[in-house]
Each structure stands twice: as structure tokens, then as C-alpha cells.
């Protein structure tokens, strides 16, 4: 047999040239495709480790869990395109190629939660687990959602009227979350916080007039601990519907404070008295001094209003100066002769 009669052997209606072509449209296909993420990896992976942003990472990611056994599967249905197949015999390599194209889809979206899952976990995590939970509780939300869209769109493949199920499904979803509304709205404030960071743990926050530090981010709630020692449960939902102030993140504290002294107090000293509390505060190295100026004449003080700012935004720092220009300018008061008002309701 010479060449030329094997090339026109027939098998399944088809002469053995297109077969040949066919496998080579594979072949080629998939090689080009393997070279070319190997070369991706490659160059992404030197890149990635000069720079510190993480999309690079998660390219790297991606790229390296890309299948070649799913690419080589993806690639029959366009190279069976050059046979000659019987009516409705497309179907089938049509069919595995989208399976195999919807597998490599579904690992790369694993891939994209996971890597979220780890980012956002560690960025808020807390001793307690707490916030690991709540991320991976979303995650496996997501996986979920992801894989029943695959199945719809591979149902829809095959050929499955799928309109009617997602019809169905919607009405159900829709009657699950007017059942579960408060649970998913506090569920969807427990992702808004991880993603958003309005606070982390650690961080010391004011929330509808109540302070305290968070300790947990929670699916459901975000627990804190007041400076009193009591934990507050703040749902999610309800968190995040009202003004959250976050001290932690202050590059400095406005500290307003107001001093009284006796009407009897001569008046060269109600001038003086500027001066003594600028000496004073701008003694401290994380001070700031903004002023101090004789405010207002009540019914029993002559009161001055003075403002600084702390280099700092811990509140342990903020106290300790305070006490300590309280302490100094009741020595210099005293020695300047100067009584501080009280009220006269008070017992001596």
C-alpha cells in the first residue's frame, strides 16, 4: 500500500489524512498552549518576587494550576470541525470540550476564593479564630454559588431547558432570604468589613456612643471590649448602618481641656495664665500646643479653654500626659499663688 492510498484509508466516513489533521489541530493546539503558560509562570514568578503587590501572585496562581490535560481536551471539539461526522455527531466532542473548558473555569475560580479567603483571612484574623471562620464560611458560600453555575451552564450544554429551574431557583432563593434576610444582611456586613477594613482587630473604635476594643469579626456579629471590661456584641448589619470613629488609625489626638479659676484672682495673673499652660503642655516631646485662651466668665470661674495634639492615638499615652500636666500646673499654680474655682455646692 503506498503512501498515498493510507492517507485515503476511510474510517468512520472520514479518510485517514483528516484524522491525521484533526490530531495534529490537538497536538499543536495543546503544545502551543503548554508553552505558553510555562513561559508565563515563568517570567510572572521572577516578576512577582521583585514587587510587593499581590495580583502578580495570584496570576501565578491561576497560571500555574491551568490543566493540560483539560486544554488538550478543550481543543477536540474545534479540531473535530474537519471531519466529515454524521448529523448530531458534533454533539459529543462538543459536549466534552465545554466539560473540560467549564473544569478548568471552576479550578481557576477555586483558585481566585482561595487566594481571597487566605488574603483577607490573615489581614483580619484574630487570636480567636473568629475571623478565619467568617472567611471561610464565605468561602465556602462562594464555592457553592460558583459550582452551581457550572452546572447550569453545563445542563444548558447538554441540551437541558434550564430556564424553568432558574425560575424555581430564584423563587426559592427569594423565600430563603426573606427567611434568613437578617442573617444574610449581617453575613454580607461580616464581608464588607474584611474586604472594606473600617477596622481591624486590635483596633480601638466608637460605635452608636459606645468605645471599646474589637476582638472578633464574627458572620454574625463583631464582639468588642470596653475600657470598663465589658464585652459588646455589635451585630454586622447594624455596625456598620451607623458612624464608626477608629482612634487606632489617628496620626494624632485633639485633646480639649478647660481650667477655672477664682474671681479673685488678680488680673496680671488671668494673663500669666496663657503662658503658665503653654510652658506647661509644650514641655512633653509628643505634644503639639494649640492655645489656650481665657474662654468664658461663669457664676463661680473665670474658665480658659486649652487645646493641644498628641503625636499618638493610644489612649494610655493620651492619660499619662494628661495626669501629668494636671500635676504641673497645679505645682505651678500654687506657687504662682492662683486657686482653681470649684463649685460651691461642693463640701470643703
Known amino acids: 500500500m503506498t503512501p498515498n492510498n493510507l492517507l485515503d484509508y476511510q474510517w468512520l466516513g472520514n479518510p485517514l489524512e483528516r484524522w491525521l489533521i484533526a490530531a495534529a489541530i490537538v497536538v499543536v493546539a495543546t503544545a502551543i498552549l ?121 445542563l444548558d450544554n447538554l441540551g437541558v431547558d434550564v430556564t424553568a429551574l432558574v425560575a424555581g431557583l430564584g423563587i426559592g432563593g427569594i423565600i430563603i432570604a426573606l427567611a434568613l434576610q437578617n442573617m444574610v444582611a449581617d453575613m454580607l456586613g461580616a464581608l464588607t468589613i474584611l474586604v472594606g477594613r473600617p477596622f481591624i482587630v486590635g483596633d480601638f473604635i466608637e460605635s452608636g456612643g459606645l468605645m471599646g476594643t474589637v476582638e472578633s469579626v464574627g458572620l454574625r456579629a463583631t ?34 481641656f478647660r481650667i477655672g479659676v477664682t474671681y479673685e484672682t488678680p488680673r496680671e495673673k488671668l494673663e500669666r495664665i496663657p503662658a503658665i499652660v503653654r510652658e506647661v503642655v509644650e514641655r512633653h516631646p509628643l505634644v503639639r500646643f494649640d492655645r489656650a485662651h481665657f474662654r468664658a466668665m461663669r457664676d463661680w470661674s473665670l474658665e480658659y479653654d486649652v487645646i493641644y495634639f498628641i503625636a499618638s492615638s493610644d489612649f494610655t499615652v493620651y492619660a499619662d500626659i494628661q495626669q501629668q500636666i494636671n500635676l504641673e500646673l497645679m505645682r505651678r499654680f500654687d506657687a504662682e499663688g492662683i486657686d482653681f474655682a470649684r463649685d460651691p455646692r461642693w463640701p470643703r
Open 34 to 154: 503548554w508553552g505558553l503558560k510555562q513561559l508565563a509562570v515563568k517570567r510572572l514568578k521572577a516578576f512577582a518576587q521583585r514587587t510587593r503587590t499581590q495580583f502578580d501572585d495570584l496570576l501565578v496562581a491561576l497560571l500555574v494550576r491551568t490543566r493540560v490535560t483539560l486544554i488538550f481536551v478543550a481543543t477536540i471539539f474545534p479540531a473535530a470541525q474537519v471531519l466529515r461526522l454524521p448529523p448530531g455527531a458534533h454533539a459529543a466532542p462538543r459536549v466534552v470540550s465545554v466539560i473540560a473548558l467549564l473544569a478548568q473555569i471552576g479550578i481557576w475560580a477555586n483558585a481566585f476564593i482561595g487566594f481571597w479567603a487566605d488574603r483577607y483571612g490573615r489581614r483580619g484574623a484574630d487570636v480567636s479564630g473568629a475571623g478565619q471562620t467568617a472567611v471561610a464560611a464565605l468561602a465556602v458560600m462562594a464555592r457553592i454559588v460558583l459550582v452551581a453555575l457550572l452546572l447550569l451552564f453545563l
Open 223 to 256: 464582639r468588642m471590649r470596653t475600657l470598663n471590661g465589658d464585652e459588646l456584641s455589635f451585630p454586622n448589619k447594624k455596625l456598620l448602618e451607623g458612624t464608626i470613629r477608629n482612634y487606632t488609625r489617628m496620626s494624632e489626638r485633639r485633646v480639649d
